[in-house]
């Protein structure tokens, strides 16, 4: 798939790995994340699914998404991008061997 993207280890717009996004869970959790109280509604919509076999018991799975987030009365994102996943099987489940997520803005705009 060619596509610009930032190379994988420099800045990117959002990069998080299973760990941080275990903690931001955690702090959620503990009822002390006060910019999401009350929580964020959020509808995703996933479609255009492409599978191309890599071998080796791997497969490429290309999505498109649209995410929208609302809270409180004026607070809005909406993302729009594809997802493009390199899937591995083992031990007879499919686990996610490298995900890389292109949103089409080039930038986020700050809330005003």
Known sequence: MAREV????????LEEDTESIKMRIARLETGMGWAEDPPSRTR?????LKVAELGNNEVRARTDFIHYRTHLETDQDFFVGCRDD?????????????????LDANIIMPRT
Do not use: F, Y
């Open 44 to 48: 995703r919509i996933v479609s255009n």
């Open 86 to 102: 390199v899937l591995r099987r083992e031990d007879g489940q499919w686990k996610v061997a490298k995900r890389t997520i292109v």
């Open 6 to 13: 930032t190379p994988l280890g420099d800045l990117a717009l």
